[in-house]
């Protein structure tokens, strides 16, 4: 009788021929066992020790390494805030209206220098930001950081645009016109300051009105007919507010000095514009020139005002899909009110029914009170006791302006005190359509106060006929 051998055969060979009678039962398991073990052991000892090494030469080689990047990104992190805060203050202490419509007023009382000289020192200032822009590798700035960095690049982008490709001071006369009429308005309206600085502020713009337009007569060539409409019109809202509202808005101002000052200086800046109101008036517009800024000056705009990277030609079919769907809801809509009747003569009812000429005022107000009161007897909301808002129109020097447009149907008031709402009543509305002006208003992040197309005025300007 054979005994069986336990275990795998390969596990230790018997001497051959060897005889198993008389032998006890051999099991190899435990020995298989141990051996495996003592295997284990020393590999996993022989990786350890390989790790070990490994580790070492790696912190010793990347070490420096990631030491220099730490250092590079913080490097580039102090220096990034540096140039957002002087590229501001450059564009700040050039465009007066833009710093102060941000809320910064260190340069109320001065205006925009359309010069040949500013210009071209405005696009080398730009072209040095952005040298040092591009020095800055936004990858190694923290992530808000980036996004900063593309806006401030685009920005710049965007201006150089204006100044060197679009050039709307050589075409639009209505950007020379922007910076007297906001800028006086601005400091009229908003009590940035007490009164009499304020004032001290419009007198020393209003003497550099005839600087910035000799500026204008020398750089506007071939002007469209319709920039020069728009211009004429609003130059003489502007001399209008000049002399009849904005010394309206000072009367408060008891320096009788100071209000002396301001009496010549009203007349030196109403004297340069209603001159200029002249030039423009005897000057032909160029048949040929048009408003439209060109394909690739579009997409150039678009691309770095809104972001929008994507082509006219696609632009143009979205905008015809959506123009498509909007129609057939018009249609839809127009058969709610008469199923029977073409849509555009069920639209040429509604717009019939409006409130009479003169009455759009008294209109709006009826309407403001009946909201105040559904509001109360629903209780929706409570309303605060105090004097109730008061529609009235907006005043005529308001009505042209770029801040009227804004501020023309709001519920904010147009003084602390009186609660009124001011209300655009277009006298004409075909020069309100007309009355239209490309802005970039784009929010911003971290740097809000950089609003991109800062010295393009209308450079878009399509207007509605």
């Known amino acids: 009788?054979?005994?069986n051998v336990s275990a795998g055969e390969s596990a230790k060979e018997l001497p051959v021929g060897a005889s198993l009678r008389g032998r006890p039962s051999v099991s190899l398991d435990g020995y298989r066992c141990n051996e495996g073990r003592r295997r284990r052991d020393a590999l996993t000892g022989t990786f350890a020790l390989c790790a070990?090494?490994?580790l070492q030469v790696f912190a010793s080689y990347a070490g420096p390494r990631l030491q220099k990047t730490d250092s590079k990104n913080e490097m580039a992190a102090a220096k990034f805030p540096k140039i957002v805060a002087e590229y501001l203050q450059d564009l700040h202490s050039r465009h007066p209206v833009l710093a102060a419509a941000t809320g910064r007023h260190a340069w109320d009382g001065q205006l925009e220098d359309f010069s040949a000289p500013a210009i071209a020192a405005e696009s080398n200032a730009i072209k040095a930001f952005q040298a040092r822009l591009e020095k800055i590798p936004p990858l190694e700035l923290r992530l808000s950081d980036t996004f900063d960095f593309q806006i401030l690049a685009s920005n710049m982008s965007a201006?150089?645009?204006?100044?060197?490709?679009?050039?709307?001071?050589?075409?639009?006369?209505?950007?020379y016109n922007d910076p007297i009429s906001t800028g006086l308005l601005q400091l009229a309206m908003f009590e940035s300051a007490p009164a009499d600085s304020r004032l001290r502020h419009v007198i020393a713009k209003e003497n550099l009105v005839p600087r910035l337009l000799d500026s204008a007569r020398a750089n506007i060539r071939k002007p469209p007919a319709v920039f020069l409409k728009i211009a004429i019109e609003s130059f003489n809202g502007s001399l209008s507010f000049v002399q009849s509202d904005l010394p309206k808005a000072f009367a408060s101002v008891k320096d009788q000095k100071l209000q002396s000052e301001f009496k010549k200086s009203t007349r030196i800046a109403g004297e340069a514009i209603a001159k200029y109101i002249k030039h423009l008036q005897g000057t032909k517009p160029d048949p040929a020139a048009t408003f439209a800024i060109g394909k690739q000056n579009y997409e150039a705009k678009l691309k770095h005002d809104?972001?929008?990277?994507?082509?006219?030609?696609?632009?143009?079919?979205?905008?015809?899909?959506?123009?498509?769907?909007?129609?057939?809801q018009f249609r839809k809509t127009a058969g709610l009110i008469d199923r029977k009747r073409d849509p555009l003569a069920v639209w040429a009812d509604v717009q019939r029914d409006h409130p009479k000429a003169g009455s759009l005022v008294?209109?709006?107000?009826k309407q403001l009170d009946a909201l105040v009161r559904f509001i109360e007897e629903k209780k929706i909301v409570t309303l605060p006791h105090a004097e109730s808002p008061?529609?009235?129109?907006?005043?005529?020097?308001?009505?042209w302006s770029t801040a009227s447009r804004r501020k023309s149907i709001s519920v904010r008031s147009t003084t602390r005190s009186s609660g009124r709402l001011p209300f655009t009543k277009c006298i004409r509305a075909t020069s309100c359509r007309e009355r239209t002006s490309s802005r970039s208003r784009h929010p911003f992040a971290r740097y809000r106060r950089l609003r991109r197309g800062a010295s393009s005025r209308a450079g878009l300007t399509t207007p509605n006929r």
């Open 1 to 3: 009788m054979r005994r």
């Open 52 to 54: 070990l090494l490994l």
């Open 159 to 175: 201006r150089l645009l204006e100044l060197e490709q679009i050039k709307s001071y050589e075409h639009n006369p209505q950007v």
């Open 306 to 328: 809104e972001g929008i990277d994507v082509p006219v030609d696609t632009l143009l079919f979205i905008a015809e899909r959506e123009l498509s769907k909007t129609q057939e």
């Open 362 to 365: 008294a209109e709006a107000q």
């Open 390 to 399: 008061i529609v009235a129109p907006t005043p005529d020097f308001m009505r």
